[in-house]
């Protein structure tokens, strides 16, 4: 039975979609100003896991992100760029070309972590009207209120909510109004109601990007988009997961469930998934501290898999300190994970050379050597029944809220085991087949497992330099020139690769 931690709850609860198999999950997306840092790295690998094991589990998942491609921050991003080719271009056209630039960058940095791509990646700027639609809606409902242009140097007028009349504001965060003013994100202007009330629409000022309205020239405040786009991409006025940081929690999440439930009168969202913070030295790592290494930074030094792994190594609730330390010691354990899957390929090739030969012992021998067969036997049956251990206690782990910690060590159990299988099989088996079939079981319960890790292994195996120059050593070796033998092995070496001479021929291992 999956059990999710609710935000909402503050406890976990089992997982029990509205439509299942249907899941309906939308997760906060960037704002594209600048190249994303590792700490959205771990949130959307974290949501990529989920979304995986969802879709392992027999969920069909209807997976949705979002990016705000309107925003102060890409404004003053716009403003402020020194490039000519930019500034010639009317504001609104300079914001897009900001906008795009990152979307494209970040688009390159989730491929490369082997982040699946959302179904829907709905833009704010591509949903005014339906934006505009629900705000009008509010105001009829006197959730919202106008606020006229007055003495501010506006050409439109601004649209906020009012927090009093939502009787449940707060219930996301757990937070007293008193306790809530010093993290809200309050636009400064007198005349509002309230300091926590928030901007629907903002009134457009000068030299800004606007959009014509009821209320004049203006743009959406930040909260409304995600309500307006999570509803309408997934068609209901309820989620079945809304995910997004830890920072996210007040004021925007808090805001979006008083939007969306004032203007349906129905639940936002049933589970809401928050992940912690990267850290570095225990403290948040952010944009605002400074403190942050960008994904394009990160992947210079570590592979790609590297990082998706150290990002899963902690349970995503719980802070992540990074460090090249804690790197180094992802990099060591993928390299484990990558020297096991290329021992269960080198061993099957073998065994499937010699089936393919039909090598098989002389009819005498095997009578001699009955108790062999049960050997064989035994280690195939030991197998067979660990695998199945490993894979349920993998479910067991991802079934208590996503524990990737916990799940990952399940994977290093089967590694375990794996190995421990092909050092007992003995170099003249005499039932290949079986121990065939027993290693494409074991490959098979290792690669959807990773998949479901989102974890891609590289073999290595099928490159043509390299078995060309396996095959050159060997014949070297057959013909006793052994320092050709030597010179190949000690550049394979400089190159990472590692040759360890076996009855089944040579292995490579990777370092």
Known sequence: MLKVYNTLSRKKEEFIPQNPPEVRMYVCG???YDECHIGHA???????VIRRYLEYRGYKVHYVQNFTDIDDKIINKARNSQDSLLTSLPVKERVKKIAEKYIADYYTQMALLNIKPAHEYPRVTEHIQEIIDVIRGLINKEYAYVIDRGALPESGESVYFNVERFKDYGKLSHRTPEQMMPGARIEVDERKKSPLDFALWKGAKE???FWDSPWGKGRPGWHIECSVMSMN??????LDIHGGGQDLV???HENEIAQSEAYTGKPF?????????VTINKEKMSKSLGNFFTIREVLEKYEPMVVRLFLLSAHYRRPLDFSDKELDMARESYMRLCNFRRNVDFISEALLDRLDRREFFHESLEKKLEYRKEMDKSILDSLDGELHNF????IEAMDDDFNTPKALG??????????DFINRIPPGVLNPQDVYSSLNSLRAAFDQLMEVMGIKIETGLTSADISGMLEKREKARRNKDWATADSIRRELQEKGIMIEDTPFGPRLIVK
Not at 42 to 48: A, E, L, N, S, T
Not at 233 to 238: A, D, E, R
Not at 269 to 277: D, G, Q
């Open 30 to 32: 960037i704002t594209p």
């Open 42 to 48: 771990r949130c959307y690998v974290i949501f990529d």
């Open 207 to 209: 030299d800004e990007p």
């Open 233 to 238: 991409c997934l068609g209901s006025p309820t």
């Open 250 to 252: 007040f004021p925007h």
């Open 269 to 277: 969202v049933k589970y809401w998934i928050h992940n912690a913070f």
């Open 391 to 394: 894979t349920e206690e993998f």
């Open 410 to 419: 399940s994977i290093f159990n089967i590694v375990r085991t794996g190995n």
